[in-house]
């Protein structure tokens, strides 16, 4: 039997019973495979013009200026185009040039060669690879999770940052998502604290709203406006999600034999345990030991979107569902990721200028809650503005910041400890490389400018099986975990391996039996 159409009967996503195992040994149902899609040709065009640029890169020059006059300061005055060109490239492509790259530039009399620098490099292999490594370490991004390999959510993350989807669009995928790993790869953002939803959300909060929360899991913050009666409000939004953590492990042990290993059953039923999917009803409730008189400990929890000040809630974006249950979760990523949340574009627009800077106009990038904390509010303010306006593209973002007079200026000192807060930008900070920086920076030594033609990324190389285990009998999944090891879709399979083009033109279908 060939692969089947990609479909079947899946189950019901909003039954609140865990479904039972079949075990008769019925005929093998059909083996949907999703193939994997080659890897995202890049988005090489930008939205914006250089005249919107400019004058963007404009008003944070003013705003920063204004910040310096208020304080006595003047801004650090031009760097040199040595300086320059070893500044972009480290933090557009993660790399110092090569000397050729440097020649070039440095002999070139263009008076528009930093612009044009900055857009090459922006729409280089080198920035894409470059910025998965920061936004893996936003996300906390780990490549297996209980034996299950994430190489389709880390694939997921990397074609976004090709077709430089909008940030936006981005967390609310990952907060909506539903499915398993092989089926949806923005569920490994949810699955990566699978078990925790507490966590997860404290998490969450602190990523994409720079708000520091973690004490009110236990007890009213001591230290911010955060109530625990608020925190959990906010995490029901999640308390119709269930997010699986089953162990593969387990069915490795049951399902082993003679011809298949506990890792050969792992590798093809794992994407498959791995999943999110949505209740029927909101089930969390307080602590028993909730220890305030506003609410009785462990009843059940209404969802209610945190409110930092009054007349929020008049706003578009609290104008969302809080009763059905099957929504809660994409009402809670509307409000989160909407425009007018102001937190959520001063958050990341604080986290790139902390990349392109060194500091944060408001430190630590943990700590948001209040928004006037920043030696410069205004420019925070702005900040947010702009990323709005491009729309919550990240590289235009970036682009900006990078033809600004201010980042274009001398570094200054890392301030003093207990200092950076009050930092006002005369010019970027000095900065050690990173780890990532450092060892591209020797292969573009070794190799050159193609360094990026000799990186390995195996995270779209593992063909995807929606799997639907749980309405399969143990016979079934043996025989089609068999199937796949003996056509060579498991790593340690008997067959020939397939090569790349095979998996993602899928021109070795799997045959069953």
């Known amino acids: 039997m060939g692969i089947g159409p990609l479909s079947f009967s899946a189950v019901a996503a909003d039954s609140n019973k865990k479904p039972k195992r079949k075990t008769a040994q019925n005929s093998v149902t059909p083996l949907p495979q999703i193939r994997n899609s080659p890897q995202s040709q890049p988005q090489i065009k930008f939205r914006m013009s250089e005249e919107q640029i400019s004058s963007a890169a404009l008003w944070i020059d003013r705003f920063v200026g204004e910040g310096l006059k208020k304080a006595g300061l003047q801004p650090n005055p031009p ?13 557009a492509a993660g790399r110092i040039p090569t000397d050729d790259e440097s020649a070039d530039f440095l002999s070139d009399k263009d008076p528009e060669k930093r612009r044009k620098l900055i857009d090459r490099l922006l729409l280089s292999d080198g ?29 997921w993350l990397k074609d976004q940052i090709a077709l430089n989807r909008p940030w936006d669009e981005m967390v609310f995928d990952m907060l909506s998502a539903e499915g398993s790993v092989a089926q949806s790869g923005p569920a490994g953002y949810l699955l ?12 969450t909060l602190t990523i994409f709203l720079g708000a520091n929360v973690a004490c009110a899991q236990c007890h009213d913050h001591p230290l911010a406006d955060w109530t625990q009666r608020e925190y959990f409000e906010l995490a029901a939004f999640f308390g119709a999600t269930d997010v699986s953590d089953r162990d593969p492990r387990k069915v490795g042990n049951k399902l082993r ?25 909101q089930t969390l409730r307080f602590p028993d030991d ?9 009843s059940r929890v209404e969802p209610l979107l945190f409110i930092w000040e009054s007349g929020d809630e008049k706003g578009p974006a609290y104008a969302v569902d809080h ?34 800077f060194g500091l944060g106009v408001q430190e630590p990038l943990e700590d948001l809650d209040d928004l006037s904390k920043s030696a410069n509010p205004a420019l925070l303010q702005l900040l947010g503005q702009v990323m709005v306006k491009a729309g919550f593209d990240l590289r235009e973002f970036q682009r900006v910041l990078f033809n600004s007079r201010i980042y274009q200026a001398k570094s200054s000192v890392t301030p003093e400890i207990g200092q950076s807060d009050q930092y006002l930008f005369p010019g970027p900070i000095l900065r050690r490389m990173t780890a990532e920086q450092t060892w591209d920076s020797i292969l573009a030594l070794v190799i050159g400018e193609k360094l990026d033609d000799y990186k ?42 397939l090569n790349e083009l095979d998996y993602v033109n899928g021109k070795r279908p799997l045959k069953i039996g």
Do not use: C
């Open 257 to 281: 034999n003679g011809q298949l290993s506990k890792q050969d059953v792992i590798q093809a039923v794992a994407p498959n345990l791995a999943r999110v999917r949505t209740k029927s009803h």
């Open 192 to 203: 990566r604290d699978a078990g925790m939803p507490l966590d997860n959300l404290s998490n």
């Open 290 to 298: 909730y220890a305030y008189d506003d609410v009785k400990p462990g």
């Open 79 to 91: 760097a040199d185009d040595f300086v320059f060109l070893r500044r972009i490239y480290l933090d």
């Open 127 to 155: 920035y894409r690879s470059h910025f998965f490594n920061w936004l893996a370490d936003l996300l906390r991004h780990k490549q297996n999770v209980r034996r299950t390999s994430y190489n389709h959510y880390e694939r």
């Open 456 to 497: 390995i990324d195996r995270s779209h190389r593992v063909t995807r099986y929606q799997f639907p285990f749980d309405q399969m009998s143990d016979s079934e999944v043996t025989k089609i975990v068999l199937s796949m090891k003996k056509s060579g879709h498991l790593t340690k399979g008997n067959g020939s391996r």
């Open 323 to 356: 009763q059905n249950p099957k929504n809660l979760r994409a009402s809670f990523a509307q409000w989160l990721t909407h425009e007018k949340n102001p937190r959520f574009a001063a958050t990341i627009a604080n986290r790139l200028w902390q990349r392109s």
